[in-house]
């Protein structure tokens, strides 16, 4: 680099300026300079070099002059990025001590760099953390308030405000903050999901679905799953609608909504629910009914079986008995297809033709579920036929009801989440949008849980109500601390059946007959029994 530079610049220099020496030497001459009364002679060389000086020194002198205007402002912006370089400093030990958990010092090294940068938004941004790393929430949402100020920094300064509105449990405020800055940048996931989940828990079902396009558009759901989560959304706004009595026109709100959720999502439950009861409310008993055979064959289900019990009509139980056969010939060799078969058997007092259908259902129930005992669901049918066929009270009634009680609970809308029922009416068999207790969006599935509303489902529409009599004898079998019943075998029923035995605990089935009447149950339990029962 340096002989590069002699190269370059002094060694062209130095010829020249003995080139010019050389010339003048060669071209001898003078210069006569007369000013004031002075006459001054000298050799042309002498002048050259005597302007060269001159210029030097004007050179000097204007640098010189600059130099001593030019100082304070130098020195000012020396002092500038002395105190920024010791602000950054303690912004850094800040940050570090945020990262650490040291509350204390966060807060002085914040005070520092306040007091050395100003309030720049990585100043802020440390007090806030530090505001909110020593408990001082209110100090933290004044800071975060002041981020929103500056557009590049708002999304940040509404963030904030976000998660402190929800760690102090004000949705409100959080909907508002999640909505601006959903607003201020549509790209922002965690901006579109919170508004969307408080838009979904509030009610605000219309524009839940706009910061569902917001969440897919920023990638925070893959397609498939928005597409999924519309079709609950939609299927969500007609059970409200039918839920509550109204026109023709709410109604035919709720097909339209109904319908593009099956659209969206054909195996969506709730959903062809939502559009059958619609449409029953519009007199299209028919196109109901048909709605369900469309997808019996692959996606056969309890609750869309009971609405079709429903749907067909028929002029008398016989006739309707008749008319779901149509539906159990699709899928012959699924459980909810004799199900139902059973129900509008019994419905029609037809007892053997329900007895082979709940054989058949027991044994397609034990090849499912791995397991020899019966549900609660089916145990209650045969009580029903036992009931029906051989009178109330019955043995056999009173021993399949006592089965019941220790049998696997029914199939229900669970909450994967937390394990809690759905309570959605039976607009759609109990399912809802959000679970009741954690407020999951569309996290109801259908799998076993709790057997009380499956059994008040039945009850109203194909099961008539227990007598008193048998939900007293239920509540005294329930009482009764008696072990677990061992498994019921799945062989033949035979006319006139007393329920199942059960080994060595067969006595166990038919103790409410023969027990002591101090050993009877207390009159809550027979009530808790009953309403199991009803």
């Given at each position: 680099?340096k002989?590069s530079?002699?190269?370059?610049?002094y060694?062209?220099?130095?010829?020249?300026l003995?080139?010019?020496?050389?010339?003048f030497a060669?071209?001898?001459?003078?210069?006569?300079l007369?000013?004031?009364?002075?006459r001054?002679?000298?050799?042309?060389?002498?002048a050259?070099?005597l302007i060269?000086v001159?210029?030097?020194?004007?050179?000097?002198?204007?640098w010189?002059?600059?130099?001593?205007?030019r100082?304070?402002r130098?020195?000012?912006?020396?002092?500038?990025n002395?105190?920024?370089?010791?602000?950054y400093?303690?912004?850094?030990r800040?940050l570090?001590a945020?990262?650490?958990?040291?509350?204390?010092?966060?807060?002085?090294?914040a005070?520092i760099?306040h007091?050395?940068?100003?309030?720049?938004?990585l100043?802020?941004l440390?007090?806030a953390?530090?505001a909110q790393l020593a408990?001082?929430e209110?100090?933290?949402e004044?800071?975060f308030a002041h981020?929103?100020?500056?557009?590049e920094?708002?999304?940040?300064?509404?963030?904030g405000l976000?998660?402190?509105?929800?760690?102090?449990?004000d949705?409100?405020?959080a909907?508002?903050?999640?909505e601006?800055?959903?607003a201020?940048?549509?790209?922002?996931a965690?901006a579109?999901?919170?508004?969307?989940?408080l838009?979904v828990k509030?009610?605000?079902l219309d524009l839940a679905k706009d910061?569902?396009?917001?969440?897919?558009r920023?990638?925070g759901?893959?397609?498939k799953?928005?597409q999924?989560?519309?079709a609950?959304l939609l299927?969500?706004?007609?059970?409200?609608?039918?839920?509550?009595?109204?026109?023709?026109e709410?109604?035919?709100k709720a097909?339209a909504l109904?319908?593009e959720a099956?659209?969206?999502?054909s195996?969506?439950?709730?959903?062809?629910?939502?559009l059958g009861?619609?449409?029953?409310?519009?007199?299209k008993a028919r196109?109901?009914?048909r709605?369900?055979?469309?997808?019996?064959d692959?996606?056969?289900h309890?609750?869309l079986g009971?609405f079709?019990l429903?749907a067909?009509?028929?002029?008398s139980?016989l006739?309707r008995a008749q008319?779901?056969?149509?539906?159990v010939?699709?899928?012959p060799?699924?459980?909810e297809?004799h199900?139902?078969a059973?129900?509008a058997a019994?419905?029609?007092?037809?007892w053997g033709?329900?007895?082979?259908h709940?054989?058949?259902?027991?044994e397609?129930?034990?090849?499912?579920?791995?397991?020899?005992n019966p549900?609660?669901d089916t145990?209650?049918?045969?009580?029903?036929?036992?009931?029906?066929e051989?009178?109330?009270?019955?043995?056999?009634?009173?021993?399949?009801?006592?089965?019941?009680?220790?049998?696997?609970?029914?199939?229900?809308?669970i909450c994967?989440?937390?394990?809690?029922?759905?309570?959605?009416g039976s607009?759609?068999?109990?399912?809802q949008?959000c679970c009741p207790r954690?407020?999951a969006i569309?996290s109801l599935?259908w799998?076993a849980?709790s057997?009380?509303?499956q059994?008040?489902l039945?009850?109203g529409?194909?099961?008539?109500?227990?007598?008193?009599?048998?939900?007293?004898?239920l509540?005294?079998?329930?009482a009764?601390s008696?072990?677990p019943?061992?498994?019921?075998p799945l062989?033949?029923?035979?006319h006139?059946s007393?329920g199942p035995?059960?080994?060595?605990h067969a006595s166990a089935?038919q103790?409410?007959a023969?027990?002591e009447p101090?050993?009877?149950?207390?009159?809550?339990?027979s009530v808790?029994?009953?309403?199991?029962?009803?």
């Amino acid at each position: 680099m340096k002989l590069s530079r002699v190269l370059l610049f002094y060694l062209p220099l130095l010829a020249a300026l003995v080139g010019a020496a050389l010339y003048f030497a060669y071209h001898p001459g003078g210069v006569t300079l007369q000013w004031l009364g002075y006459r001054l002679d000298m050799h042309v060389g002498a002048a050259v070099f005597l302007i060269v000086v001159a210029y030097l020194v004007l050179q000097f002198v204007w640098w010189l002059v600059g130099l001593v205007l030019r100082s304070p402002r130098s020195f000012s912006m020396a002092l500038s990025n002395s105190r920024k370089a010791k602000g950054y400093r303690a912004l850094t030990r800040g940050l570090t001590a945020v990262a650490a958990g040291d509350a204390g010092e966060a807060r002085r090294q914040a005070k520092i760099a306040h007091d050395l940068l100003g309030e720049p938004p990585l100043t802020l941004l440390l007090a806030a953390q530090a505001a909110q790393l020593a408990g001082d929430e209110a100090s933290a949402e004044r800071y975060f308030a002041h981020l929103t100020h500056a557009p590049e920094t708002a999304l940040l300064g509404l963030r904030g405000l976000t998660t402190g509105a929800l760690k102090r449990g004000d949705e409100t405020a959080a909907l508002t903050h999640a909505e601006k800055a959903m607003a201020v940048a549509p790209q922002a996931a965690w901006a579109a999901e919170t508004a969307h989940r408080l838009q979904v828990k509030s009610g605000k079902l219309d524009l839940a679905k706009d910061s569902l396009n917001h969440l897919a558009r920023a990638g925070g759901m893959n397609p498939k799953e928005a597409q999924r989560r519309r079709a609950a959304l939609l299927a969500e706004q007609a059970r409200r609608i039918l839920s509550e009595p109204g026109n023709a026109e709410a109604t035919g709100k709720a097909q339209a909504l109904s319908r593009e959720a099956v659209k969206l999502a054909s195996d969506l439950v709730p959903a062809r629910l939502a559009l059958g009861r619609a449409l029953l409310r519009q007199g299209k008993a028919r196109e109901a009914a048909r709605l369900i055979e469309q997808v019996w064959d692959d996606q056969p289900h309890a609750a869309l079986g009971r609405f079709y019990l429903e749907a067909v009509g028929g002029d008398s139980p016989l006739d309707r008995a008749q008319r779901v056969q149509r539906l159990v010939k699709q899928n012959p060799d699924h459980a909810e297809s004799h199900r139902i078969a059973a129900d509008a058997a019994l419905t029609a007092k037809l007892w053997g033709e329900a007895r082979r259908h709940l054989q058949r259902l027991m044994e397609l129930e034990q090849e499912a579920g791995g397991e020899s005992n019966p549900t609660a669901d089916t145990c209650r049918r045969m009580a029903r036929l036992e009931g029906g066929e051989h009178g109330a009270g019955s043995s056999g009634e009173r021993q399949w009801l006592d089965a019941a009680v220790r049998a696997r609970a029914d199939a229900d809308w669970i909450c994967e989440s937390c394990g809690t029922p759905g309570a959605g009416g039976s607009e759609t068999a109990g399912w809802q949008l959000c679970c009741p207790r954690c407020d999951a969006i569309d996290s109801l599935v259908w799998r076993a849980g709790s057997s009380s509303r499956q059994a008040a489902l039945e009850g109203g529409l194909v099961l008539d109500h227990a007598p008193m009599e048998s939900a007293a004898l239920l509540a005294a079998a329930g009482a009764a601390s008696a072990p677990p019943a061992g498994p019921m075998p799945l062989g033949p029923i035979p006319h006139g059946s007393t329920g199942p035995q059960a080994g060595p605990h067969a006595s166990a089935a038919q103790a409410p007959a023969a027990r002591e009447p101090a050993e009877k149950a207390p009159i809550g339990a027979s009530v808790d029994a009953a309403r199991r029962v009803n």
